[in-house]
T-cell receptor
Framework: AQTVTQSQPEMSVQEAETVTLSCTYD???????LFWYKQPPSRQMILVIR??????QNATENRFSVNFQKAAKSFSLKISDSQLGDTAMYFC????????????FGKGTKLTVNP | GAGVSQSPSNKVTEKGKDVELRCDPI?????LYWYRQSLGQGLEFLIY????????KSGLPSDRFSAERTGGSVSTLTIQRTQQEDSAVYLC???????????FGQGTRLTVV
């Protein structure tokens, strides 16, 4: 079975600064995907970024980037130029390869961006 | 509709009553998932539908929980004889077959008193 661990229950950052959220996972699968989801107070989960395990290049989406270390089973999220709207719960998630598979989530990190 | 729709948004029920939660996925999405989010916890997988079939129902916590999907579209999650530990946010997601991006609804917050 796969497990996802987020060791930082809460974090805070000043507006315009950079913050990194940590995630580690455990799996025996060779083909899989990793995700970061954002959950604002509206409760709706929003996909932030996705990484295919077979790709060595780290995924980036505007101010969001990941540091994917496959051997170490580590998948951290870096948010640059933090904005007040980034305040939310962030969940790291794992999916086995093939698509249409269930997501396995970590317990989340509550991020607060301070003005 | 533009996104995944769930109803009701909030539900308060008395212990022992049955409840039904509804999920209307994005049109054309054949894959549908139910997750449960308890206070302070991550999302816990409950059940997965591909069309009207449920190839993976391994996450249903007890036989009080059941789900169905009709016409390859709307799904209903039913909890019988609710208990206080069933209090949580129930989230539904849908995706295109074979695709990795899941789109989530805003969830139903269930409170059992």
């Amino acid at each position: 079975a796969q497990t996802v661990t987020q060791s930082q229950p809460e974090m805070s950052v000043q507006e315009a600064e950079t913050v990194t959220l940590s995630c580690t996972y455990d799996t025996s699968e060779n083909n899989y995907y990793l995700f970061w989801y954002k959950q604002p107070p509206s409760r709706q989960m929003i996909l932030v970024i996705r990484q295919e395990a077979y790709k060595q290049q780290n995924a980036t989406e505007n101010r969001f980037s990941v540091n994917f270390q496959k051997a170490a089973k580590s998948f951290s999220l870096k948010i640059s130029d933090s904005q007040l709207g980034d305040t939310a719960m962030y969940f790291c998630a794992f999916m086995k390869g093939g698509g249409s598979e269930k997501l396995v989530f970590g317990k989340g990190t509550k991020l607060t961006v301070n003005p | 509709g533009a996104g995944v729709s769930q109803s009701p948004s909030n539900k308060v029920t008395e212990k022992g009553k049955d409840v039904e939660l509804r999920c209307d996925p994005i049109s054309g999405h054949t894959a549908l998932y139910w997750y449960r989010q308890s206070l302070g916890q991550g999302l816990e997988f409950l059940i997965y539908f591909q069309g009207n079939s449920a190839p993976d129902k391994s996450g249903l916590p007890s036989d009080r929980f059941s789900a169905e999907r009709t016409g390859g579209s709307v799904s209903t999650l039913t909890i019988q004889r609710t208990q206080q530990e069933d209090s949580a946010v129930y989230l539904c997601a849908s995706s295109l077959r074979g695709k990795t991006e899941a789109f989530f609804g805003q969830g139903t917050r269930l409170t059992v008193v």
